[in-house]
Nanobody, 129 residues
Framework: QVQLVEFGGGWVQAGGSLRLPCAASGRTFASYAMAWFRQAPGKEREFVAAISWNGRNTYYTDSVKGRFTISRDNAKNTVDLQMNSLKPEDTAVYYC??????????????????????WGQGTQVTVSS
């Protein structure tokens, strides 16, 4: 079992940066691939980025490549999303998620919301133009 809490959301002007930490409880955190998803008003939840259980592999949706960075610290039970060069279209509620299976990510990083079994409550990010 993993419980997740996101922090760091807020308001920022276009071109600015935000860092979203996600704190996890549970002894098995280091066994799970982790991901960030987001959901804008009136839209479906979409994949943003994922990182393997050991942090060696990452994957990003095309729209954030080169701007966002996902990282994790298994000793501290945290996974962060660093967001740079933010755009108004990045405005959404951002969710931290933990994989539903152990030790995935060496050859395949899950990127469907149905593949993730644990979710945080979400944090709002608003980017103004």
């Amino acid at each position: 079992q993993v419980q997740l809490v996101e922090f760091g959301g807020g308001w920022v002007q276009a071109g600015g940066s935000l860092r979203l930490p996600c704190a996890a409880s549970g002894r098995t955190f280091a066994s799970y691939a982790m991901a960030w998803f987001r959901q804008a008003p009136g839209k479906e939840r979409e994949f943003v980025a994922a990182i393997s259980w050991n942090g060696r592999n990452t994957y990003y949706t095309d729209s954030v490549k080169g701007r966002f960075t996902i990282s994790r610290d298994n000793a501290k039970n945290t996974v962060d999303l660093q967001m740079n060069s933010l755009k108004p279209e990045d405005t959404a509620v951002y969710y931290c998620a933990a994989d539903s299976q152990f030790y995935r990510g060496n050859s395949y990083l899950p990127r469907l919301s149905t593949e993730y079994g644990y979710w945080g409550q979400g944090t709002q990010v608003t980017v103004s133009s």
